[in-house]
């Protein structure tokens, strides 16, 4: 593999420039629904974890959204095993390290909120409670004392210095996203980025009308990125470049390359994005360019 060419300006120059024609490009590797058994190329050990991060930093990609599996390859919020992944990714990488605090279907708020004990450089945040295929992807603003799942989860990274991603799985998501931000003030490092998560079945399709109007909601200088679940990852990618916006790609999100052609490994998801937002004269941008764009500190 080709290491990537960095783009714009060298560190220390203004932030502005460093990240302003740039493309942030998210590599979310494994996610909690796809099955090892049925998914081979998937990594689920930390070592498979780590070897991936590293072949996509070197592809192009600067965030690295983190779902870890147990020793069964089953999905779990274990906190020691976040722990070690979190150190491990910052070890071998330069990554931004955000984990989800999603999880999976089946885990509860208590566990999901205490994944920031793993003391990431940033995590996801979803902005509501949406249909996910037969199941639900449970997010209520008020659930029941003590947990009030979106509010008490932002709260917690602006105590912790956690920089949230916004996930937006539906139109909905975007007014939560203002009520919060209206009620609780900006995320630590003052800039707000969501994700929009297009093409689950249950929330918003992944299309380019959809895209447009999602992205005409956000909040004023919100940055954003953009991922189609399954056959709409590639209308979502060439839809979020054409409208300015960032990439997130990976076997969390689709695990076929091409219609009946497996993906053989998230480099090559990663590699196709940083083709994709070269040609767009918006080159990948280095793990630095995008701690300034998103504020998230540097290492600890
Ligand atoms: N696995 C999905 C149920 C996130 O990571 O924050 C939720 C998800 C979102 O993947
Ligand atoms: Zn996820």
Not at 91 to 106: F, K, R, Y
Request: proline share 7%; net charge negative; charged share 20%.
């Amino acid at each position: 593999m080709t290491n990537h060419t960095p783009a714009g300006a060298a560190p220390g120059a203004a932030a502005a420039k460093a990240t302003g024609p740039g493309t942030l490009i998210t590599v979310a590797p494994t996610g909690a629904e796809s099955r090892k058994s049925a998914v081979p190329a998937l990594p689920v050990t930390l070592d498979e974890l780590v070897t991936t991060a590293k072949e996509c930093q070197a592809a192009g990609a600067a965030v690295i959204h983190v779902h870890i599996r147990d020793d069964q390859a089953q999905p779990t919020l274990d906190l020691a095993r976040l722990t070690d992944t979190v150190a491990a990714l910052r070890e071998g990488t330069d990554l931004i390290v955000q984990l989800s605090t999603g999880g999976a279907v089946t885990d509860g708020f208590e566990a999901r909120l205490a994944v920031l004990d793993a003391a990431p450089d940033a995590c996801s945040l979803t902005c509501g409670t949406v249909n996910f295929g037969d199941e639900v992807f449970s997010n209520p603003w008020p659930f029941s004392n003590p947990w009030l799942l979106i509010r008490d989860l932002y709260e917690r990274t602006r105590e912790r210095g956690v920089v949230p991603e916004f996930e937006l799985f539906d139109l909905g998501h975007v007014a939560t996203l203002h009520r919060l931000l209206g009620d609780l003030g900006a995320p630590h490092g003052g800039h707000v980025h969501c994700d929009l998560v297009m093409g689950v079945p249950g929330g918003m399709p992944g299309n380019a009308a959809t895209l447009v109007q999602a992205v005409s909601a956000l909040p004023p200088g919100a940055t954003w990125s953009a991922t189609g679940i399954g056959r709409t990852s590639l209308p979502v990618m060439f839809a979020a470049l054409s409208a300015g916006g960032h990439l997130r790609v990976g076997m969390e999100d689709t695990v076929s390359f091409a219609r009946g052609r497996p993906v053989t490994g998230n480099a090559e998801l990663v590699e196709r994005a940083a083709a994709l937002a070269e040609l767009a004269q918006r080159p990948p941008m280095r793990p630095d360019q995008a701690r300034a764009l998103l504020g998230v500190n540097g290492r600890r």
